[in-house]
């Protein structure tokens, strides 16, 4: 039996509906990859997977990253929250989530995929949003296009931290400038054939261009690609499970009241491919 899905918007987004059972199993995993690179991000409403399951689905669609990242626990669980208590490493880089960015532009192989599921919700606020950054670079006028493939951005932990935590202290800078410095293409050309603007809050610079010009198209790309066409609003709902595909799209949560005791648990896939330039 083929997998059974819904769209959730013209540009992005879907809805799966397969039984627990099944999607544990890896059942659909084949079919699953190729729908989440296709629409960017999946639902599962009303899954109700616990730790283990969810753990046993993500590793079915790719490599699960287990214990590489300090944060996670061996078995590859982060515990997504603002509690210092819960996690204070994860806390304290927390802020950032709430701009739009994609996950690991620290890292060669920036992570395929994500799953996410909600173990407290906020009683109001706490939306995650996902914007198609392939959607987004397909839309574009063809000379637009050719010339955004010829360009680099620097990605720098300070870029992404320096708006989320304004009075950040000299112990945070250092450890934000701790962190890897690359420059990637700012258009990625997947393995598969498809296309997708390199974004995040990380994007520092243009290589090459001028402060305030490369400031202007930075912002103006961002623009361009969170506008409501692009973007899925996901209203969290107990038994949820979301997943995305980290390569071509970013995402964001909405404002919640820190002290609610919001929490997900996340399981991560590790990357596939480099951030490629177009031939
Ligand atoms: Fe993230």
């Not at 879907?14 to 699953?32: C, N, P, R, W």
């Not at 689905?57 to 515990?79: I, M, V």
């Not at 929250?81 to 490493?89: I, L, R």
């Not at 959607?135 to 360009?151: G, I, K, M």
Request: a negative charge.
């Amino acid at each position: 039996m083929s997998l059974d899905y819904t769209e959730l918007k013209p540009r992005i987004g879907a809805q799966l509906h397969a039984d627990k059972t099944a999607l544990v199993s890896g059942e659909y995993a084949d079919e699953i990859r190729a729908l989440l690179v296709e629409r960017g991000v999946l639902l599962v409403r009303g899954a109700n997977m616990d730790d283990h399951e969810q753990r046993e689905f993500t590793r079915s669609l790719g490599d699960l990253r287990l214990g590489t990242f300090k944060q996670e626990g061996e078995e590859g669980l982060l515990k997504v929250t603002m509690d210092k208590k819960e996690n204070p490493e994860y806390a304290a880089f927390f802020p950032g989530t709430f701009f739009w960015h994609m996950d690991g532009t620290y890292d060669p192989l920036p992570p395929f995929a994500t799953t996410l599921s909600p173990r407290v919700l906020s009683p109001e606020g706490g939306q995650t949003e996902f914007a198609n950054t392939y959607a987004a670079f397909e839309d574009l006028p063809a000379d637009e296009q050719a010339y955004l493939e010829t360009l680099q951005v620097v990605h720098t932990m300070h870029a992404a931290m320096f708006h989320a935590v304004p009075d950040a202290g000299a112990e945070e800078y250092a450890t934000w400038l701790g962190y890897p410095q690359p420059a990637y293409p700012l258009v990625w050309q997947h393995k598969s054939g498809r296309k997708s603007l390199v974004l995040s809050t990380s994007g520092s610079h243009v290589v090459g261009m001028h402060p305030a010009d490369s400031r202007d198209l930075l912002d103006r790309l961002m623009r361009h690609a969170t506008q409501e066409q692009y973007v899925y609003r996901h209203e969290w709902e107990m038994g949820d499970v979301v997943m995305w595909d980290n390569t071509g799209t970013m995402h964001r949560v909405r404002p919640y009241d820190p002290d609610c005791g919001r929490q997900l648990h996340r399981f991560t896939l590790n990357g596939e491919e480099a951030i490629t330039a177009v031939a």
